[in-house]
């Protein structure tokens, strides 16, 4: 969102710096044609200033309104932009609060959604943002805080699959978990689909 914003100052900024060189010739070719009737019968040292002068004047005619222009268009593409924002993050929270509030395994559910996430060895935005609320609902919610995940970087599948085996029980609100971490930044990647496939074959077994 500041990006934005900066974009757009620095357009309209550079637009303003143009209008000089701009008006210029427009208000040279203007004059040449004799339009400008002041400007007859004036010796050349006299005509040279009225161009001058009709210059600075035609300057401040075109660049305030086009300030004025950019300026509300700019404002308006900001504002595009965070209402997009914000209606994006709000998907996201409203999503880790329905998360936390059917987990019956908060703890193991953070696990999963972490594996999930690093699947394909990146992180986007909406799951970085996703992993950050449900670990904040999931200590307010269930009380769990987790120190180990808290502290990992680079998650052990084998780790995640070991206390999968070690539940017992319905594990369908993990998967339907799972399900949505994958597809919180769009369509669901091949190796989040692997990742999601043996968690169905693990869960059934438990």
Known sequence: MAFTIKSGEAVRE???????????PLVKRFYSKAVLTAGRGLPVVGKFLLQRNVIKIGIPLVGVPLAVVLN?????????????VFRNEARVIELAEGMSKRSRHPQLMLWVAWLVI?????IADDEALLMRHLVRLVREQHQVVDGQLAHLVDI??????????????DLSDVLAAADRVAAVDGEVGAREKAVLSE????????
């Not at 593409?77 to 965070?82: P, Q, T």
């Not at 052990?156 to 029980?169: F, H, K, L, M, T």
């Not at 968690?199 to 438990?206: F, H, I, P």
């Open 14 to 24: 550079g637009a303003i710096k143009v209008v000089p060189a701009l008006v210029r």
């Open 156 to 169: 052990d599948p084998a780790e995640v699959w070991g206390r999968i085996d070690a539940e017992s029980g």
């Open 72 to 84: 509300r268009y700019t404002t308006l593409l900001a504002g595009r932009h965070a209402q997009a």
């Open 199 to 206: 968690l169905r074959e693990r869960c059934r077994r438990v």
């Open 118 to 122: 690093m699947a394909d060895h990146k």
